[in-house]
């Protein structure tokens, strides 16, 4: 079996939690890989920074449709840490040890999206 088959069988199997989970697991190691490049790589730390900010900025898009099920007050909170992500990779740009807040974020998030029986085992899973 090709790995392309694999990974589209996979694609196809997972559940939308694992599924978000997954995507802040990469992006997540993503910012935490970029913190350790040297301060003037600005452009790995940027790429870094952005993708996360895409990340959030769909989830807020997401949150903002009427056909949202999620409940509003979720749905706002959500929105409005997409905000303070998006400003606060400004600041990550130029301060590398501001990527720890985002990182943080990204965890919290994490752990809801995690299922109960799985929390401990997967918990470790980033960083």
Not at 5 to 27: G, H, I, K, W
Not at 97 to 119: C, K, S
Request: aromatic share 4%; with cysteine; charged share 25%.
């Amino acid at each position: 079996m090709s790995l392309q088959a694999y990974q589209q069988a996979s694609q196809r199997s997972e559940d939308p939690r694992s599924t978000e989970y997954r995507l802040f697991a990469q992006v997540t190691r993503a910012l935490m890989a970029s913190k350790t490049l040297p301060k003037e790589d600005v452009k790995g730390r940027a790429e870094a920074l952005d993708w996360n900010r895409r990340v959030w900025s769909n989830l807020a898009i997401d949150c903002a449709s009427q056909d949202n099920k999620l409940p509003e007050s979720l749905r706002a909170a959500i929105i409005s840490l997409s905000i303070f992500v998006s400003k606060h990779a400004s600041v990550a740009l130029r301060n590398p040890d501001a990527v720890d807040d985002l990182v943080d974020i990204n965890r919290t998030v994490m752990q809801g999206l995690m299922p109960q029986a799985n929390a401990g085992a997967e918990g470790q899973a980033v960083g």
